[in-house]
């Protein structure tokens, strides 16, 4: 195994800290994807990488991208909720890659809802 180089540990550190900043930080948005065996047989973890590829290629720095477990809707999974500043939380399911690009644009960037992917509106709580 080849050793490690001192930009090594400084590329292996800014990579950490910007999966910490995007899993605890502060920010306008955040998104979890709800990853209980259910969610991660149907495909969340295909979710959150479509995610974090979003977050990474836009460099967008006030969006927290979290997981939870099961949200009880396990014929729905994948899904996630949404929780914007200053707007009920969506719960948005049988999602794929391609609808959380639109999800992402369309409400996490922009405002707006994506109704045809929305299970539920104002079910959670901002904390």
Known sequence: MPKLKPEDLERITEKVKRTMILREGTGRAK???HM????IA???RAIMSALIKEIEEKDIKDVILTTSS?????SREP???????NQPPVKYVDLTPEKVKEIFD?????????KEYALAFGS???P
């Not at 099961?70 to 396990?74: D, F, I």
């Not at 899904?79 to 500043?85: F, G, R």
């Not at 369309?106 to 994506?114: P, R, T, W, Y």
Request: aromatic share 0%; hydrophobic share 40%; glycine share 14%.
């Open 79 to 85: 899904m996630i909720t949404v929780e914007v500043q």
């Open 70 to 74: 099961c949200a009880g809707l396990c």
């Open 42 to 44: 149907a495909g969340s």
């Open 106 to 114: 369309k409400h996490v960037l922009s405002g707006e809802i994506v």
């Open 124 to 126: 959670e709580r901002v």
């Open 31 to 33: 998104i979890t994807v």
């Open 36 to 39: 209980g065996t259910c969610g």
